[in-house]
Nanobody, 117 residues
Framework: QVQLVESGGDLVQAGGSLRLSCAASGFSFRTYTMSWYRQGPGKERELVATIAAVVPGQIRYHNSVRGRFTISRDNARNMLYLQMNSLNPDDTAEYYC?????????WGQGTQVTVHA
């Protein structure tokens, strides 16, 4: 059974930093591309960052976070991370860890990030 458990969300001031973590279990973590998504208030869920299975591998970012956020993974510990710097109020959202294991995309329960000016 696939399990994704996010942690690290918090209330932070604009300009601050947070590191999100996602503990994965129930599947062969090292063989799957992993992603972070977010859903802000009144907005649709959007892809924030993606990292390929093999490190170093292909990494992609949403334009709005490129240069501020860094996605990484530790295949030995089945962990996914998102380092978020220079946070601004537009980054306020529920952040989700996700993996696509066909035919489904599996999600964690989310962790809330709130950035106040």
């Amino acid at each position: 059974q696939v399990q994704l458990v996010e942690s690290g969300g918090d209330l932070v001031q604009a300009g601050g930093s947070l590191r999100l973590s996602c503990a994965a279990s129930g599947f062969s973590f090292r063989t799957y591309t992993m992603s972070w998504y977010r859903q802000g208030p009144g907005k649709e869920r959007e892809l924030v960052a993606t990292i390929a299975a093999v490190v170093p591998g292909q990494i992609r970012y949403h334009n709005s976070v490129r240069g501020r956020f860094t996605i990484s993974r530790d295949n030995a510990r089945n962990m996914l991370y998102l380092q978020m710097n220079s946070l601004n109020p537009d980054d306020t959202a529920e952040y989700y860890c996700a993996v696509r294991i066909p035919p489904a995309r599996c999600w964690g329960q989310g962790t809330q990030v709130t950035v106040h000016a």
